[in-house]
């Protein structure tokens, strides 16, 4: 299984950025994929989640009304719109996937995911 973010870039407050991530290798449909971000000397934050089986989705409270997530099936991707970006958004977001059998466990909204699958990251900086 493979995830490669893309998309990420400088851009200043206000702006708006669409990170993409792509997998392959991975049964797409009906699982819960979902983006994270780091930030240096901050734990690793969950953005967003999408479960591709219904398309239900999650957002942290610090982006909720600011980001999308969204996917393509036939595409097997996932993207993250981020529009009205402020300085604190700044990070390296790293696309994720669930695992068949669990792995990393995060709480997105009282579901526990567990993700077993981890992307590089796509670096985001709003100044």
């Known amino acids: 299984v493979q995830l490669v973010e893309s998309g990420g870039a400088s851009v200043q407050r206000g702006g708006s950025l669409r990170l993409s991530c792509v997998a392959s290798?991975?049964?797409?449909?009906?699982?819960?994929m979902a983006w994270f971000r780091q930030a240096p000397g901050k734990e690793r934050e969950g953005v967003a989640r999408i479960y591709t089986g219904s398309g239900n989705t999650y957002y942290a409270d610090s982006v909720k009304g600011r980001f999308t997530i969204s996917q393509d099936n036939a595409k097997n991707t996932v993207f993250l719109q981020m529009d009205s970006l402020q300085i604190e958004d700044s990070g390296m977001y790293i696309c994720a996937a669930e695992g068949p059998d669990g792995g990393t466990w995060y709480k997105f909204g009282g579901i526990r995911v567990g993700f077993a699958y981890w992307g590089q990251g796509s670096q985001v900086t709003v100044s």
């Open positions: 290798g991975y049964a797409f449909n009906d699982h819960r």
